[in-house]
């Protein structure tokens, strides 16, 4: 069996070594069959990865698109179970082996690894929010929340093509029912988060927007969306220790939505990305000389 992996990349130089060499290391020849996109790229993100060699294939569009980078990765490969990963994040190969594995099982068709978030050099506000977030049941949400799932044979038959969307991890997730997917809370993915609380906004208006993009395409598919966390918020409010944390958590989202709503309004998006938590890779790459 042939595990394949697609990654999109869009300008990922600073990450895409870290990323391939974590799924790589210690495979077997033939276990995996790895498929960088790199999308829209301008730097050497694919002059990168291509130095790895096989079991890594990169391929190059001009166009940047993650969902069309997508769709180029499921053309080039036919080999299933099939993980999907963000360039960004971290998942070994034992992680890997364990998502199709569970697979191979039959009684689920989508699966992710339960996501572990690095705080390593964050603010104290970075911290605060997340320290509430780990407390919701989005956090243990792995298609949406690691940045990495993967999909049965018969679960990639679910939909066609990737459409044009911004949460291409949360249309997945709708496509299933909570009892056709699992989060596997014995394997992790590493997730590294912003730095700032302005690189947290970006990246929290970024998931508004593709939330409410879901809701407003995909009404009746949205059901299978999963737990939502107002009711665990607010509960969390008889902690007053928690008040300081609650009250970052609250202005976060309360910004970030304001911003995704005010974008959603001129149907004009710019994908934001974080680069605080990239720029951390290149800063300890000059410390160590690598």
Request: with cysteine.
């Amino acid at each position: 069996m042939t595990i394949s992996i697609i990654i999109p990349a869009h300008n990922e130089r600073l990450v895409i070594a870290r990323t391939l060499t974590a799924i790589s290391t210690g495979a077997a020849p033939g276990e995996i069959d790895v498929v960088v996109v790199c999308n829209g790229c301008t730097d050497d993100t694919a002059a990168i990865a291509r130095g790895f060699g096989l079991p890594i294939r990169v391929i190059e569009t001009e166009v940047a698109s993650k969902t069309n980078a997508l769709n180029l990765g499921d053309q080039t490969t036919s080999a299933f179970p099939r993980v999907y990963a963000d360039a960004d994040v971290v998942v070994t190969l034992d992680a890997i082996r364990a998502l199709a594995s569970r697979l191979q099982r039959g009684d689920v068709s989508a699966v992710a690894p339960q996501p572990t978030i690095n705080l390593d050099g964050c603010s104290w506000f970075v911290r605060a929010y997340y320290d509430v977030r780990s407390r919701l049941p989005s956090a243990r949400e792995g298609i949406g929340g690691s940045g990495v799932f993967a999909l049965s044979h018969v679960g990639r038959n679910r939909f066609g093509e990737f459409p044009n969307v911004v949460a291409d991890d949360g249309y997945v997730r709708i496509q299933f029912k909570p009892e056709e997917r699992e989060t596997l809370t014995h394997t992790n993915s590493v997730v590294f988060a912003p730095r700032t609380i302005e690189g947290l906004i970006r990246i929290r208006t970024r998931a508004y927007y593709g939330t409410m993009e879901l809701e407003r395409r995909y009404p009746d598919l949205w059901k299978n969306s999963g737990d939502r966390n107002h009711k665990t918020v607010v509960n969390l409010f008889r902690f007053p220790a928690l008040w300081p944390k609650l009250l970052i958590y609250g202005y976060v989202n309360i910004m970030a939505r304001y911003k995704a709503v005010a974008r959603f309004g001129t149907s004009n998006f710019f994908w934001e990305q974080d680069r605080t938590s990239r720029n951390v890779v290149a800063r300890a790459a000059d410390i160590t000389g690598d």
